[in-house]
Protein backbone atom coordinates (compact mmCIF):
# COMPACT_ATOMS: atom_id res chain seq x y z
CA UNK A 1 0.00 0.00 0.00
CA UNK A 2 1.49 3.60 -0.48
CA UNK A 3 -0.46 6.61 0.41
CA UNK A 4 -0.61 9.60 -1.22
CA UNK A 5 -1.24 13.52 0.29
CA UNK A 6 -0.72 16.27 -2.31
CA UNK A 7 -0.60 19.83 -0.77
CA UNK A 8 0.02 23.46 -2.39
CA UNK A 9 -2.77 24.45 -4.00
CA UNK A 10 -4.76 27.53 -4.00
CA UNK A 11 -6.02 31.01 -5.99
CA UNK A 12 -3.14 32.58 -7.93
CA UNK A 13 -3.50 35.12 -10.24
CA UNK A 14 -2.29 34.73 -13.58
CA UNK A 15 1.52 34.94 -14.24
CA UNK A 16 1.42 33.45 -10.88
CA UNK A 17 3.96 30.45 -9.36
CA UNK A 18 2.65 27.73 -7.31
CA UNK A 19 4.77 24.73 -5.79
CA UNK A 20 2.82 21.28 -5.21
CA UNK A 21 3.91 18.78 -2.99
CA UNK A 22 2.84 15.36 -2.97
CA UNK A 23 3.96 13.43 0.31
CA UNK A 24 4.40 9.60 0.03
CA UNK A 25 4.40 6.86 2.58
CA UNK A 26 4.27 3.34 2.88
CA UNK A 27 5.78 0.70 0.97
CA UNK A 28 7.73 3.57 -0.95
CA UNK A 29 10.79 1.29 -2.36
CA UNK A 30 8.87 -0.74 -4.84
CA UNK A 31 7.56 2.69 -6.29
CA UNK A 32 9.51 3.06 -9.96
CA UNK A 33 7.50 6.19 -11.26
CA UNK A 34 5.52 9.41 -9.71
CA UNK A 35 3.67 11.49 -11.55
CA UNK A 36 1.41 14.62 -11.63
CA UNK A 37 -2.00 14.51 -13.65
CA UNK A 38 -4.40 17.10 -13.38
CA UNK A 39 -8.51 17.07 -14.62
CA UNK A 40 -10.34 20.45 -15.57
CA UNK A 41 -13.90 20.97 -14.93
CA UNK A 42 -15.70 19.16 -17.76
CA UNK A 43 -12.23 17.34 -19.22
CA UNK A 44 -10.42 14.16 -18.80
CA UNK A 45 -7.99 13.68 -16.73
CA UNK A 46 -4.33 14.07 -18.37
CA UNK A 47 -0.49 13.72 -17.46
CA UNK A 48 1.13 16.73 -16.91
CA UNK A 49 4.69 14.93 -15.96
CA UNK A 50 6.26 12.28 -14.76
CA UNK A 51 9.81 11.27 -12.89
CA UNK A 52 11.31 7.39 -12.61
CA UNK A 53 13.05 6.25 -10.05
CA UNK A 54 16.55 7.37 -11.52
CA UNK A 55 15.67 10.37 -12.29
CA UNK A 56 14.56 10.64 -15.55
CA UNK A 57 11.77 13.18 -16.42
CA UNK A 58 8.69 13.96 -18.96
CA UNK A 59 6.14 16.64 -19.35
CA UNK A 60 3.32 17.19 -21.47
CA UNK A 61 4.26 19.61 -24.66
CA UNK A 62 1.47 22.10 -23.14
CA UNK A 63 3.19 22.74 -20.07
CA UNK A 64 7.27 22.40 -21.07
CA UNK A 65 8.96 25.64 -19.48
CA UNK A 66 6.42 26.08 -17.47
CA UNK A 67 6.52 23.45 -14.89
CA UNK A 68 9.11 21.18 -13.35
CA UNK A 69 8.55 17.99 -11.91
CA UNK A 70 11.23 17.54 -9.02
CA UNK A 71 11.77 15.28 -5.87
CA UNK A 72 13.29 15.22 -2.43
CA UNK A 73 13.93 11.04 -1.58
CA UNK A 74 14.97 12.10 2.06
CA UNK A 75 11.55 13.73 2.64
CA UNK A 76 9.67 10.96 0.32
CA UNK A 77 8.45 13.88 -1.59
CA UNK A 78 7.54 14.66 -4.73
CA UNK A 79 7.40 18.57 -6.49
CA UNK A 80 5.26 20.34 -9.01
CA UNK A 81 6.83 23.83 -9.61
CA UNK A 82 4.47 25.94 -11.55
CA UNK A 83 5.48 29.05 -13.04
CA UNK A 84 3.48 31.80 -15.62
CA UNK A 85 0.23 30.08 -14.61
CA UNK A 86 -2.47 30.53 -16.94
CA UNK A 87 -6.65 30.37 -16.62
CA UNK A 88 -6.47 27.30 -18.49
CA UNK A 89 -4.14 25.68 -15.64
CA UNK A 90 -7.28 25.68 -13.82
CA UNK A 91 -7.51 21.96 -12.66
CA UNK A 92 -7.72 19.70 -9.98
CA UNK A 93 -3.92 18.51 -10.03
CA UNK A 94 -3.36 14.68 -8.59
CA UNK A 95 -0.44 12.71 -7.45
CA UNK A 96 0.35 9.05 -9.13
CA UNK A 97 2.74 6.39 -7.42
CA UNK A 98 3.22 3.49 -9.86
CA UNK A 99 4.23 0.36 -7.96
CA UNK A 100 6.09 -2.49 -9.28
CA UNK A 101 3.97 -5.79 -9.56
CA UNK A 102 1.01 -3.51 -8.27
CA UNK A 103 -0.27 -1.17 -10.34
CA UNK A 104 -1.34 2.30 -9.50
CA UNK A 105 -2.10 5.20 -6.44
CA UNK A 106 -4.01 8.18 -6.56
CA UNK A 107 -4.06 10.70 -4.48
CA UNK A 108 -7.16 13.34 -2.89
CA UNK A 109 -6.18 16.21 -5.32
CA UNK A 110 -5.54 19.60 -4.81
CA UNK A 111 -7.33 22.12 -6.79
CA UNK A 112 -5.50 25.30 -8.04
CA UNK A 113 -7.66 28.48 -9.26
CA UNK A 114 -5.81 30.92 -11.71
CA UNK A 115 -8.11 33.89 -12.00
CA UNK A 116 -7.57 37.51 -11.58
Known amino acids: QVQLVESGGGLVQPGGSLRLSCAASGTISSIYLMAWYRQAPGKQRELVATTTSGGSTNYADSVKGRFTISRDNAKNTVYLQINSLKPEDTAVYYC??????????WGQGTQVTVSS
Open 96 to 105: RAEVRHIGGY
